[in-house]
């Protein structure tokens, strides 16, 4: 059993902060690259942010730039997404998925999850 599961979701008012957890159960997340992508209501998924197994990260859209934040924790398995300064805007369901080891891309192998709601109020 190879699973993603991401937690730590919720309805927070605009201003506040949120950080998700993306906990890897059935193997070790040590060598694998991690996105966090977003899907609104109505709306295509967007790919947020990626870190690869060196902890170097990339953002892959200028809209969370300076306010979202990806980090990795090994010994607990888990990548992070820590959310600043929500917005109404925000509101999505937040999914983490396998990436390519240089975050180039999706992996072919990478399947989605149910996410985490994220619900933004003004």
Not at 59 to 65: E, G, H, I
Request: proline residues 1%; hydrophobic residues 35%; glycine residues 10%.
């Amino acid at each position: 059993q190879v699973q993603l599961v991401e937690s730590g979701g919720g309805l927070v008012q605009a201003g506040a902060s949120l950080k998700l957890s993306c906990t890897a159960s059935g193997f070790t997340l040590d060598y694998y690259a991690i996105g966090w992508f977003r899907q609104a209501l109505g709306k295509e998924r967007e790919g947020l942010s990626c870190i690869n197994s060196t902890e170097s990260s990339t953002y892959l859209t200028d809209s969370v730039k300076g306010r979202f934040i990806i980090s990795r924790d090994n010994a607990k398995n888990t990548v992070y997404l820590q959310m600043n300064s929500l917005k109404p805007e925000d509101t999505a369901v937040y999914y983490c998925t396998f990436m390519h080891r240089l975050c180039s891309s999706v992996a072919k192998f990478a399947s989605w999850g149910q996410g985490t709601q994220v619900t933004v109020s003004s």
